[in-house]
């Protein structure tokens, strides 16, 4: 699957962050097994850069595309095979449910579309230091635990794009080395592209490609 960006550019950002942007009005292409870091400052689109790529919002110009369908004909149902199929997500906000258990919201994606069997989640939660949260409630974790269930939930589908909106920004040196190796495993397994954003260059990740946003 290829994703295209044809001038795209958000409605409600400044002409002037526009203009000095990389991203924004330019023509990119994205391949599966790519590693592209997006270096953005706050207030520049990183997050509505990362939801038009997932088709989450529309209020930009130009076209955003998958395998050279704009993605603003799709309707819910094509959007919901392309995101149990092709494209996961690790969104700023997180988005877990806070009274279900860290195991429940994991086993939550796995179910929808598995690429894992259920053992491969304590693996993973033992990876990343959090195995002795899989029986409690989300809410009673860390922001930095939560970024790593939400990391791991990521991983429990197929996909050929795994798109990332700041997903290490409450981790220590130690987990983020953590996260990082995981993600790299689960890309390799899957020859998946990553696009990772965040405000400056991120540690342990080895991009092909940089971009300022």
Known sequence: ???ELQRVAPTYIEPEKISNSHIWNEVLVF??????????PSGSGKTSFIHFLYGMRKDYSGTVSYNNQDIKTFNAETFAVYRQQHISIVFQDLRLFAEQTVLQNLEIKRQLNPFHSESKIEAMARQLGIESKLNKPCKTCSYGEQQRIAIIRALQQPFEYLLLDEPLSHLDQVNREKVMDLIAEEVSLRQAAVILADLKPTDYFKADKTINL
């Not at 599966?32 to 953005?40: F, L, N, S």
Request: hydrophobic fraction near 45%.
């Open 1 to 3: 699957m290829q994703i």
């Open 31 to 40: 391949q599966p097994g790519e590693k592209i870091q997006v270096v953005a």
